[in-house]
C-alpha cells in the first residue's frame, strides 16, 4: 500500500463521526488541567482528617499523588523518589501503617453516594485477580487470571462499585481468603490475617458487602458477573433482600421457557400433558425467530451509546434436581462486538416487578461503566502496582488507589458540565 493511500485511510477514519467525537473527548486544554493540583488538594480535605498523625496525612497525600502521577511503576520506591523522600516510611505507611482503611472507605461511600446518588443506580460486584510472583502474597492461589488469559498465582479481590447516569464510583474491596489459606495458621500469622476473618465464598461475602453498604447508596439493580450469576443461593439472598438482580450466567445454563407451548399426550395416555423441556440458553437464544430480536441502544462508558439486539422470555433454571423460581433470561447481542466479547451473552434477571426488555438491556449496560471505572483504576492509579504482602497492606494500598480513582472520576465529572454549558 503506498504512502498516499495510507494517507487516506487515515483520513478518512478521522472524518467518522465516532471518531471525532472521541477526539473530542481526548483533547485537554491548558486550562482544563490549570490548578488539577490545587483541586487534588481541595479534594483531600476531606479525607486527611482521617488519617491520625500528621505524617500519616503527609505520607498519604505523596501517595496519592504518585499513583495519580505518569510513573511507570505506582510501587512505593519510585514514588518516594519521586518526591525526594525516604522509601521506607512511605513503604511502611501503606504495608503497616496504623491508620484505618475502613473509615477513609465509608468517607469515600459518603461522597460518591452524595455526588452521583440516584435512585435508577445499579451496584455492581466484580472479582478481580492481581497476578503475584510467588506463594507468600497473603491469600494467593494459583486461579484464572483474566488480564493474562491463563491460570497463575493470583491474589482475588471483590470490588463493589456504584453505576448511574451522572457517572461511576467505587464503593468497597476485600480481599478473597481461599479455603487453604483460612485454615494455615502459620500462613495466616505471617500475613496478619485478623482472627475475625474466616473462609467464605465470594458469593457470600458479596452478599456481605451489600449488607453493609447497599442501603448507603440509593440504586435499582445489583449486577455481576457469571461466578456470581450461576450461584442459585446467591440469587436466591439477593431475592430475599428484594435486591433487583441483572446477573451474568453461562451459555450452558438449562433453563425452561415458561411461554413456550408444552408438548402434547403421547398416543393413548391420559396422563397430564408434558412439561416444556429444559434446554441451554445458547439453544433457547439461537432458535429464536429474527422478528423476536429487538434493536436497541445502550449507554456504555466512554465509547457512548452501543447498538445491540436483545430478546427476553420468562424462565425456570435447573442445576442438578433442582428448579428455580420464575426469573427473566435476557440474551444480548451486540451488533459490533469488541474482540474478546462473546457474540451473544446470557443474564438471568429478577424484579419485583414486571421488567421491560430496554429496562433490563439497560441496566445491564451499567456493567460498561464499571469495566471502565477498574480499568483506570489499573491504568491510570496503580491498582495493580503494588508490592505489599500482608492482610493490611493489602487494604490500605487499594484504599488510597481507589481514593485516586475517584478524584479522577471527580475530574471527569467537571470537564463534562463544562463541555456541557
Known sequence: MSMETLESARTSLLDEPEAKVLLAEARVTPRQVAGCGQRLEDFLKRYLPLFYRVEQRDNARIVIRGLLSGLERKTAEPIARAHGVHRKPIQFFVGSGLWDDEAVMGELRRDVAETLGDPGGAIVLDPSAFAKKGTHSVGVERTWCGRLGKKENCQIGLFMAYATDRGQ????????????????????????????????????????????????????????????????????GLRRRVE??????????????????????????????????????????????????????????????????????????????????????????????????????????????????????????????????????????????????????????????????????????????????
Open 169 to 236: 464510583g467505587p464503593l468497597d474491596r476485600r480481599l478473597y481468603l481461599p479455603k487453604n489459606w483460612a485454615k494455615d495458621r502459620e500462613r495466616r500469622a505471617e500475613g496478619h490475617v485478623p482472627r475475625s476473618v474466616k473462609f467464605k465464598e465470594k458469593w457470600r461475602m458479596a452478599l456481605d458487602m451489600l449488607d453493609a453498604h447497599g442501603a448507603g447508596v440509593p440504586h435499582r439493580w445489583v449486577l455481576g458477573d457469571d461466578e456470581f450469576g450461576r450461584v442459585q443461593e446467591f440469587r436466591a
Open 244 to 421: 433487583p438482580y441483572v446477573l451474568d450466567v453461562p451459555c450452558s445454563t438449562l433453563v425452561r421457557d415458561l411461554t413456550a407451548r408444552r408438548p402434547p399426550r403421547r398416543p393413548g395416555s391420559k396422563s397430564k400433558r408434558r412439561a416444556v423441556p429444559f434446554c441451554r440458553a445458547e439453544t433457547w437464544a439461537a432458535a429464536q425467530p429474527p422478528n423476536r430480536w429487538r434493536d436497541l441502544f445502550v449507554k456504555a462508558g466512554a465509547k457512548g451509546p452501543i447498538r445491540v439486539r436483545a430478546v427476553m422470555t420468562p424462565v425456570r433454571t435447573m442445576l442438578g434436581k433442582r428448579i428455580g423460581p420464575e426469573e427473566w433470561l435476557l440474551a444480548i447481542r451486540p451488533l459490533h462486538p469488541e474482540p474478546d466479547e462473546p457474540p451473544v451473552s446470557y443474564h438471568l434477571v429478577w424484579a419485583p416487578w414486571d421488567v421491560t426488555l430496554e429496562a433490563a438491556t439497560a441496566a445491564h449496560g451499567r456493567r460498561h461503566q464499571i469495566e471502565q471505572l477498574f480499568e483506570e483504576a489499573k491504568g491510570e492509579a496503580g491498582l495493580a502496582d503494588y508490592e505489599v504482602r500482608g492482610w493490611v497492606g493489602w487494604h490500605h494500598h487499594m484504599t488510597l488507589s481507589l481514593l485516586a480513582t475517584w478524584f479522577l472520576g471527580q475530574e471527569r465529572l467537571r470537564q463534562g458540565k463544562k463541555l456541557r454549558r
